[in-house]
């Protein structure tokens, strides 16, 4: 095995903490998406940042691959082991290090989880909003710049991580940003590291922006005749400046999903859900102009959820979404698509990738999360139909060179990884050997997260 000398070495110092068989391996392996089982050549389980820096140095010494690993939930093969090596598993770094309510900020290890997290704030008032649906690890999430359901409101990762601890690909460990709400000295290194997706350095600590828990939620799920009349009221909604915490679009293909799954009745239409924070008079306010926006399109069978156990079953039927489409189509795996355009351009999006689906005959239900021009086709392809794989990847393409045509881009949450690597160039031209350019200067050898976002020839 190549990498022996680096296994050797590691192991003196981690001992059981470097696991080395298939079962681990394959484990580690594994992925949400179409991509092939990839085992790495061991697996690491860090404690420390000491260690990690550690694990680090000794793999550079042997230019063996190191790739960070969280709760494995991403889309786009981030965190396989293309080219071996090892996969640090960073879960057991999962400690909330402080709470600063005042500055309304909290200091966490990467294997802390964003619903670990708001358990450990739930009586400061505080919480942290970022909600990608899995229970992701916070530095994975900062990794891949990930959002989800409230970002219309709240932002994503890049708006809420305001400092990171990173080991360096040669072992050193760095500070970016500061607990300051704002400042000038220098380069975003905070922001170059969030969403660089282990491939310029390990995180090993975050610091965080925290919010106000709401002191009224609403949330609702409404029906309409046609995605077109879904998707013009979101975009009627945010131009009248209506504070939605969150709003998601599914078409009816998805709501058949989630019927098939959840056991409910909804009509097989396209649907919004939407939910409102506020005090108790703004979300109640803020709900009765967005039903007159929906009475006004010509939505339907309108559902409010007026307590706490109706809303997370609301949001964890659309959180479930994934393993419901892919349970739609017995025995098939997802290609899941992830493109974001200026909210103007929305309509023509959808319209147009509802057509391609259509007329390629694999199923596709579409959802996302359309108050930020987010929305994802989840392609259901039969297990070993080559056939099928292709149609899909030609169908993802199409959808990436029209969000580029809108002037939007190839992903707006699930990041490059290997999956979208070969449109990075189609995206950012000249701008992509820039990045590498970044890669090659902060890791000459490429031992970290090799194969994806940046094409480096080593």
């Not at 915490?245 to 009509?267: K, S, V, W, Y």
Request: hydrophobic residues 45%.
């Amino acid at each position: 095995m190549p990498h022996d000398a680096a296994l050797a070495e590691l192991a003196t110092f981690l001992g059981d903490r470097l696991a080395r068989s298939k079962a681990e391996r394959a484990m580690h392996g594994q992925n949400e998406a179409w991509f092939p089982e990839t085992l790495p050549d061991a697996v690491a389980y860090p404690e420390t940042t000491e260690e990690v820096a550690r694990i680090v140095a000794t793999c550079a010494r042997h230019r063996c691959p190191v790739i960070a690993w969280g709760t494995g939930t991403s889309l786009e093969g981030h965190a396989l082991a293309v080219r071996g090596g090892i996969t640090l598993d960073m879960m057991r770094m999962n400690r909330v290090l402080a709470v600063r309510a005042e500055d309304m900020q909290a200091v966490v290890q990467p294997g802390v989880t964003r619903e670990a997290l708001n358990a450990e704030l739930r009586t400061t008032g505080l919480m942290f909003p970022v909600d990608p649906g899995a229970d992701a690890s916070l530095g994975g999430m900062a990794a891949t710049r990930a959002s989800g359901t409230t970002a219309v409101r709240y932002g994503t990762m890049r708006d809420n991580v305001m400092g990171l601890e990173v080991v360096l690909a040669d072992g050193r460990v760095i500070r970016t940003g500061s607990g300051a709400r704002k400042s000038s000295a220098g380069y975003d290194l905070t922001g170059l590291f969030a969403g660089s997706e282990g491939t310029l350095g390990i995180i090993t600590e975050l610091t965080l922006r925290l919010h106000g828990q709401p002191e009224a939620i609403s949330a609702a799920v409404c029906a309409f005749e046609d995605f077109e009349s879904a998707v013009q009221t979101v975009i009627m909604t945010i131009q009248m400046g209506i504070p939605m915490a969150r709003i998601e679009f599914l078409d009816e293909t998805a709501a058949a999903a989630f019927n098939a799954a959840n056991g409910t009745t909804m009509p097989e239409k396209p649907h919004l859900m939407v939910e409102f924070h506020g005090s108790d008079s703004s979300a109640a306010e803020d709900a009765q102009r967005f039903g007159e926006v929906v009475a006004e399109m010509g939505g339907a069978h309108f559902d409010w959820a007026t307590t706490t156990e109706d809303r997370n079953r609301l949001w964890k039927m659309r959180h479930g979404a994934y393993p419901a489409c892919i349970a739609f189509r017995p025995g098939c795996m997802g290609l899941v698509t992830d493109i974001c355009v200026p909210i103007s351009r929305l309509a023509e999006a959808v319209r147009e990738t509802r057509a391609d689906i259509a007329a390629s005959g694999i199923p596709g239900p579409i959802l996302g999360h359309v108050g930020d021009g987010n929305f994802h086709a989840i392609l259901l392809i039969e297990r070993g139909n080559e056939a099928e794989l292709r149609t899909a990847k030609t169908l993802a393409h199409r959808m990436a060179e029209r969000a580029l045509r809108l002037g939007g881009t190839i992903t707006g949450e699930h990041g490059v990884g290997m999956g979208k690597k070969g449109l990075m160039a189609m995206e950012h031209g000249e701008a992509w050997e820039v990045m590498a350019r970044i890669k090659r200067a902060l890791d000459p050898d490429g031992i970290l997260n090799p194969g994806k976002v940046v094409e480096v020839n080593q």
